[in-house]
């Protein structure tokens, strides 16, 4: 924000030190543009890549495209997370992998293992025997967005994406 307001501060002397013409603010016109569309480059860029990792550990929330939404609490160790997760939903037959009609809903809890390498983000959730979700992802501006499956059914996909933004964690402090 400080670029853009320094930005500012540099058109509007320019505006003062130089002559009332058409020429002059349509040229500051321009650069004030010029100068707004590097910063956003410069922020975009900063944004995109974290140079010592994302953290995306503590409680949050995948947002699956089927209206499923798993609450997942995470702990990270530079680029590996552990954890659980849950959600509740329609009960499944562990050996059939499918959705009875008449059995009803129930609170369903897993291990997590998870990895962040640059910017992509793959998690596995171990529900029940035989059961795992895979989660993959990329992590753009800071929210996680991707693919989740059974590792059974690899071919039937849901799109998901992380509830809150993850934060790029600070360089390591120098020693003095």
């Given amino acids: 924000m ?35 569309c590097c910063g956003a480059l410069m922020l975009a860029d900063t944004a995109a890549a974290c140079q010592w990792g994302w953290r995306a550990s503590g409680g949050w929330k995948i947002n699956q495209d089927n209206n499923v939404q798993v609450t997942v609490s995470l702990e990270q160790d530079r680029d590996l997370l552990t954890g659980y997760g849950e959600f509740y939903g329609p009960v499944v037959d562990p050996a059939q992998k499918n959705v009875p009609g008449s059995t009803g809903f129930r609170n369903y809890t897993g291990q997590i293992d998870a990895i962040i390498t640059g910017d992509t983000i793959e998690m596995r959730i171990f529900w029940m025997p035989g059961m795992v979700g895979v989660y993959q992802g990329r992590i753009d501006r800071g929210r996680a967005v991707g693919e989740h499956w059974d590792r059974d059914r690899p071919g039937q996909r849901i799109g998901w994406r992380s509830s809150r933004l993850f934060a790029c964690i600070p360089p390591p402090s120098s020693p003095n």
Avoid: C, F, Q
């Fill in 2 to 36: 400080g670029g853009v307001v320094d930005v500012m501060k540099t058109w509007r002397t320019a505006r003062m030190i130089a002559p009332d013409t058409r020429r002059t603010r349509r040229s500051g016109r321009w650069m004030l543009l010029a100068a707004i």
